[in-house]
């Protein structure tokens, strides 16, 4: 018994030891090919950490059979500093890779800056391939600048649970004709589809074509897909073209200059240019092989922002008028979904309105081409080179005019977000704000908190974050209403108390005006978004009547607060009122 004992000790030592060899970090040094060299020798044996601010150079993509790769980079020393880089490289012909990491296994990046491009700026063909079934990809906190000059995320293994969150993603597509390459691209040769596909606070500058492709004819089923809170700005065509999960939500997402590429009314991917099938959207969806009805399946598509310049419909007038004469397809801008009271023949209209078979089937709440006003004067210039840009591209391309006419790459630099015009070596940093000031987009939000990418937005995201599983379950239940994010805060009959503060957003004074039915003891607070009291501006008894009260922005202690989102909360006996507004000034 002893001796049995003793085996099974040392067994589990050795399993031990080898748990805790699996987790050891090792700190790469900075250089060409030092990652490539220790993966070799390390396989999935060690956490591969990455120096802040220093500059690496893979010799090879990536690769890892079989095994969990994790790549980290470490925290810069201060505060919003440089992270580590991470550049792909040519072969000895001066070939650019055609991809970084040829994943066949579970993959971990987080927080590295990723240049795919070489050291004369020519861009690598795709980020990322994950062939693997069952694996596990995560990127989180990455900063990917280019992306790619085709595709970025190609997920083809079946049950694949892939998660994005936190990125940045910049400049994806070489821009020679609108079709150049999809983001995400999920495909499958059988019926089995992904497990899941989340991709949460990222913005996403610059990506080509489409968001996701996922082969339109192929007959495979993904089990979840979320695409929520990300701001995107300046796209092309397509936004999620798989039409088939039994879970879906695409949700508080903020879409600047997206599909501004017209489509032709010849082009119907449905069933080529038979007039008698269904018009194409932004996003597809079905029903999945062997539904029961009433279906079980969650299509939830609400409380997204779609904005275009309006040069872009001017262009698109412009363009038909020219076509008619000239006997050219019609052209359109296709909507997130088509509309009940469209004319347009469209499969996704009928499925949504169908509450008795698809009562879990939601799109609402959108709102259309309303200016986020960023605070970046430069996306604006941007997006009046992305209309230049257009108008050939969609001559040629969709018009069927002559390219000799019209030189589609002559703007296509301009069309990139590139602050300093070094696609190799971007020296600008931050790269890119997304921060902007419109207040009703600020609490545009299911939640009521900023549309698109919070991560610009810290306060609100603290918030969330605290509330996410009461958030995640109030979109699972696929309720179109908002989800009340101030805990302990109750419905008040606006009867009783009558409450509202002006001008929203304001600079220098605030004004928070209430109507008191009755005498109470009343309580007005202002607080950060994350709950912490900023100052309290009434505490005492008040007889019925209308009150006005000052905030001029300033804290108990007298200083003036940052600018942004606050709170103000009304509590008038044991009724309490609640409202959101911004601090620009």
Not at 291 to 306: A, C, G, K, L, R
Not at 403 to 427: C, E, Q, V
Not at 519 to 524: G, H, I, T
């Amino acid at each position: 018994m002893k001796n049995k004992f003793s085996i099974l000790l040392i067994v589990a030592l050795i399993l031990l030891c080898q748990v805790g060899f699996a987790q050891d970090v090792l700190v790469v040094e900075p250089g060409v090919g030092t990652l490539n060299q220790a993966i070799t020798t390390y396989g999935g044996t060690k956490i591969y950490q990455l120096k802040a601010g220093g500059w690496y150079q893979i010799t090879a993509p990536i690769q890892n059979a079989g095994y969990h790769l994790q790549i980290i980079g470490q925290e810069p020393a201060v505060k919003g500093g440089m992270p580590a880089t991470l550049q792909t490289n040519a072969t000895a012909q001066g070939v650019v890779f055609a991809k970084m990491f040829d994943a066949q296994g579970d993959i971990t990046l987080k927080n590295i800056y990723f240049v795919n491009a070489d050291l004369t700026g020519v861009l690598g063909g795709a980020f990322l391939f994950n062939t693997a079934d069952n694996a596990r990809t995560v990127i989180d906190r990455c900063i990917l600048d280019p992306v790619s000059g085709g595709s970025a995320m190609n997920l083809s293994g079946q049950m694949q649970k892939s998660y994005f969150t936190n990125n940045l993603f910049n400049r994806m597509g070489h821009q020679l004709s609108p079709n150049d390459g999809h983001f995400f691209k999920t495909s499958r040769t059988g019926n089995i589809g992904f497990d899941t596909l989340l991709v949460q606070n990222n913005t996403f500058v610059c990506i080509g074509t489409s968001v996701h492709n996922g082969d339109l004819g192929r007959t495979y089923v993904n089990k979840f897909s979320k695409f929520d809170h990300n701001t995107f700005v300046e796209q092309k065509s397509q936004l999620d073209w798989h039409k088939m999960e039994s879970e879906y939500y695409w949700t508080n997402n903020l879409m600047f200059d997206m599909n501004t590429q017209p489509w032709s009314v010849t082009w119907n991917p449905m069933g080529g240019s038979d007039k008698g099938l269904p018009n194409t959207a932004l996003i597809y969806a079905d029903t999945i092989p062997g539904d029961v009805f009433p279906s079980n399946t969650i299509q939830f598509v609400e409380y997204n922002m779609h904005y275009r310049n309006p040069k872009f419909y001017t262009l698109i007038n412009e363009l038909n008028t020219q076509g008619q004469k000239d006997g050219k397809p019609y052209l359109i801008f296709m909507p997130l979904v088509w509309p009940k009271d469209s004319s347009a023949v469209s499969r996704e209209t009928n499925l949504f309105a169908n509450d008795t078979s698809f009562p879990s089937w939601k799109v609402g709440n959108n709102t259309i081409d309303v200016d986020p006003q960023w605070t970046d004067s430069r996306i604006y210039t941007m997006s009046d080179n992305f209309v230049l840009w257009t108008k050939p591209a969609t001559q040629v391309h969709a018009m069927g005019y002559s390219p000799s006419n019209f030189p589609i790459a002559a703007n296509w630099t301009k069309y990139h977000w590139d602050p300093d015009g070094d696609a190799s070596n971007n020296l600008t940093w931050p790269l890119f704000n997304g921060v902007y000031r419109n207040p009703a987009m600020l609490i545009g939000s299911i939640e009521g908190l900023p549309l698109g990418d919070l991560n610009w937005f810290p306060e609100s995201k603290t918030l969330w974050t605290k509330n996410k599983s009461r958030i995640d379950a109030h979109l699972k239940a696929a309720i179109e209403s908002k989800l009340d994010m101030v805990s302990g805060v109750k419905s008040i009959n606006l009867s009783d108390i009558k409450t509202s503060c002006y001008p929203n957003p304001f600079s220098n004074q605030l004004t928070i005006s209430y109507t008191l039915k009755n005498a109470a003891v009343v309580k007005l607070t202002i607080l950060t978004l994350n709950g912490q009291t900023v100052t309290e501006l009434v505490n005492q008894s008040q007889v019925a009547g209308d009150y006005n009260s000052k905030w001029n922005g300033t804290n108990t202690d007298g200083k003036l607060t940052p600018n942004g989102m606050y709170l103000y909360r009304l509590q008038v006996g044991n009724k309490v009122a609640s409202g959101r507004f911004v601090k620009i000034k």
